[in-house]
């Protein structure tokens, strides 16, 4: 078996598990919105290698991810996560806080509304 030296970028994307498919690590390149080495690319066919800085946007945050290695197929997450280094990683987001008198617990069960129509009886 040959070591590769260089790897298509959305089969790179795609190996390391940043994308659930090569189509959508190809449509993230094609819309011009990933850098390698901080040079934008439109080309999913563009070659990249360890070394490599690739920044593009995922969900809500920006990924600045290093190449250490190119994998030879798409594994399980922990050798996925052996092939780069997250330079940014993703900052957890705050909880949002609730409005006084909302405490997520939904519609009132039937108990509850039968509890409340009795309280109003006695007022």
Do not use: C
């Not at 092939?83 to 987001?93: G, S, T, V, W």
């Not at 806080?97 to 009795?118: I, M, N, S, V, Y």
């Amino acid at each position: 078996m040959t070591e590769l030296t260089s790897l298509r970028v959305d089969k790179w994307l795609w190996q390391a598990r940043f994308f659930k498919s090569r189509a959508l690590a190809a449509k993230v390149v094609t819309e011009g919105k990933l850098r390698v080495n901080s040079t934008p690319i439109s080309k999913p066919s563009r070659s990249v290698a360890p070394g490599d800085v690739l920044t593009f946007p995922k969900e809500q945050d920006v990924r600045v991810i290093k190449i250490l290695a190119l994998g030879s197929r798409r594994g399980p997450a922990p050798e996925a996560q052996s092939l780069y280094e997250d330079l940014a990683p993703p900052q957890p987001k705050p909880k949002k806080e609730l409005a006084p008198g909302h405490d997520r617990t939904g519609r009132p069960t039937k108990r509850d509304r039968r509890a409340l129509d009795a309280l109003k009886r006695d007022l």
